[in-house]
């Protein structure tokens, strides 16, 4: 008798222990053979055990997301289609949670929240047809795939058209890929060889305290001229730290911009109120600010940073690297076509001491290096200039006989301008 319950228990313990295995992978859709299916990512995730994987056949998932569990969610080839796209529900998106900074609503096409190990890999996150109003710039929030008080990694992911439709001028929303903790929350995100594309305010995000993001090898590019918002092609800021290299940013581009305005103009790579992070081996191009990194008296410095070996070309009214901080180091860089200045060591953001600017090749600017009149004690060492019309300038405004075609003011512009962050 002992036996014959002793050898259920095992069959029964070997059921379970079989049916655990076999739910390990899920599909959406029917390309795998002798694997689970169901008929949306929501329900395979629903029925996935944590540390599952969820696979995702070729198709179109018109579906809101919510991943609260270690998770692999993974797009899959079948035989010559190879795209798995996440697009608004009929009738639009809708919110589905709220920011951990701000509380405003937020519509997350791809939500992953409070959870370890999830990672989203060959993936199209589609924010088109959306279905929310410009008319008055709504509060809600559209993000195409936001880690939130959540880690993993972001692989071969295709963001696009996180963007309001119609009169949508200077609607500060619409994100791409976005990370963010709150509440003594973390996060750790590694985002990387993805593409993010027609995104109204952000490409790539990751903000707050306790975040860590390192976004490495990816393709940013947005709107061009655009009265939708201020766009960034990625930032860290608030207090996230991290790393960004070897990414392609561009065409951010406000088109109302002057150069005495303050606080809305675009940048390819803005690092605000976020200190230690390092930029390096990237290319920036067709932006306002280049690469930016910016202090705020409230939300706090941007300092101790490296900007090294980048590429940055292009920047439109503004600066190619503007350093509105202390104690960062900008070397190797190589800049061309700066409308104002190629680096900008910029004491009109307050005291900037420390700062170390050396190694870079500098041509067509209207300043090779300007550094603020009130700015304190920083290094400007041995850097090559080719057709700068001042090599080293001290002021934090440059004049140029093309100011007419170049869009330059006079020094006595009034106010200074600040490229425009982005915190939901």
């Not at 600066?319 to 076509?337: A, F, K, P, Q, R």
């Not at 300007?370 to 090599?391: C, D, K, L, P, W």
Request: aromatic share 4%; net charge negative.
């Amino acid at each position: 008798m002992t036996t014959v319950r002793a050898a259920i228990i095992s069959s029964v313990f070997l059921l379970v222990l079989v049916g655990q295995i076999m739910a390990a992978t899920v599909q959406v859709g029917t390309c795998r053979h002798g694997v689970a299916t169901f008929a949306t990512i929501q329900a395979a995730v629903n029925a996935s055990t944590a540390g599952g994987t969820v696979l995702v056949c070729p198709g179109t998932y018109p579906e809101q997301v919510t991943i609260d569990k270690a998770l692999t969610l993974k797009g899959v080839e079948s035989g010559t289609l190879d795209a798995a796209v996440v697009v608004a529900p009929v009738g639009g998106v809708v919110q589905n949670t709220t920011s951990l900074a701000t509380g405003g609503p937020i519509a997350a096409q791809i939500l992953v929240t409070e959870s370890n190990d999830v990672d989203v890999s060959n993936l199209t996150i589609d924010g088109a047809n959306n279905g929310i109003s410009s008319t008055g710039c709504t509060p809600l929030n559209l993000i195409g795939l936001y880690y939130q008080n959540a880690s993993g990694t972001v692989n071969h992911v295709a963001a696009v058209n996180q963007a309001l439709t119609g009169n949508s001028t200077g609607c500060q929303v619409g994100l791409g890929i976005f990370v963010q903790s709150g509440h003594s929350g973390t996060s750790t995100v590694t985002v990387s060889n993805s593409h993010v594309e027609n995104y109204q305010k952000n490409g790539i995000t990751g903000n707050e305290v306790g975040t860590t993001v390192t976004i490495t090898g990816n393709s940013v590019v947005g709107q061009g001229r655009t009265n939708g918002a201020a766009e960034n092609s990625i930032q860290i800021g608030f207090g996230a730290t991290g790393q960004i290299r070897s990414n392609v940013a561009m065409d951010d581009v406000w088109a109302p911009d002057t150069i005495s305005d303050s606080a809305d103009a675009a940048s390819g790579i803005l690092v605000f109120a976020s200190s230690g992070v390092k930029v390096s081996g990237n290319t920036v191009g067709n932006t306002q600010f280049g690469i930016a990194f910016v202090s705020d008296p409230t939300s706090g410095p941007a300092d101790g940073g490296t900007i090294t070996g980048n590429r940055v070309s292009a920047t439109h009214i503004f600066d190619g690297i503007e350093l509105c901080g202390s104690s960062n180091t900008v070397h190797g860089n190589t800049i061309h076509g700066s409308d104002e200045s190629a680096v900008h060591v910029d004491s009109s953001c307050g005291p900037v001491t420390g700062n170390v600017v050396n190694g870079n090749t500098i041509n067509d600017a209207c300043a090779g290096i300007m550094v603020g009149t009130a700015a304190g004690s920083n290094s400007i060492g041995s850097n090559a200039f080719f057709n700068t019309r001042n090599t080293v300038l001290t002021a934090d405004r440059c004049t140029a006989p093309l100011a007419a075609a170049r869009q330059l003011n006079s020094a006595s512009a009034a106010k200074s301008p600040r490229p425009s962050p982005a915190r939901p």
